[in-house]
């Protein structure tokens, strides 16, 4: 499975509007949304920014790795999921259309992301 089918898999969840793999430069790999959805593909600075800061903070309050961030809005949440694949650092973000579907959503990406990990090794 190339990255761009795996970004679909997860776009063609329901309450996923938009799905972007960002590298640890900022720049958006590959990214895929629905109709009527933001464009994701201006985001990617600030979300590898955020996971940054995410980092920061976890090692000050020595919590361990951060899993995930998610940031909260009128019009539904933002996921920031880290993931680590062949040396590289990468920040997988998803633009949910309502935070109900987020245990949906989490689901899904358990069985998407080992095939993201691999085709990114």
């Known amino acids: 499975?190339?990255?761009?089918?795996?970004?679909?898999?997860i776009a063609a969840d329901d309450g996923v509007m938009a799905v972007a793999l960002v590298g640890e430069d900022g720049f958006v790999i590959e990214s895929v949304?629905?109709?009527?959805?933001?464009?994701?593909?201006?985001?990617?600075?600030?979300?590898?920014?955020?996971?940054?800061?995410?980092?920061?903070?976890?090692?000050?309050?020595?919590?361990?790795?951060?899993?995930?961030?998610m940031v909260e809005y009128d019009e539904g949440p933002l996921l920031m999921v880290p993931i680590s694949a062949g040396g590289s650092d990468y920040t997988l973000v998803m633009?949910?259309?309502?935070?109900?579907?987020?245990?949906?959503?989490?689901?899904?990406?358990k069985k998407t992301r080992a095939a993201l990990e691999e085709e990114l090794s």
């Open 33 to 69: 949304r629905k109709e009527n959805a933001a464009d994701i593909d201006f985001v990617g600075g600030a979300a590898t920014a955020a996971m940054a800061s995410s980092r920061a903070l976890a090692d000050h309050l020595q919590k361990g790795e951060v899993k995930e961030v």
């Open 1 to 9: 499975m190339s990255i761009i089918d795996s970004l679909k898999q």
């Open 95 to 109: 633009l949910l259309d309502d935070v109900q579907n987020l245990g949906r959503v989490r689901f899904q990406l």
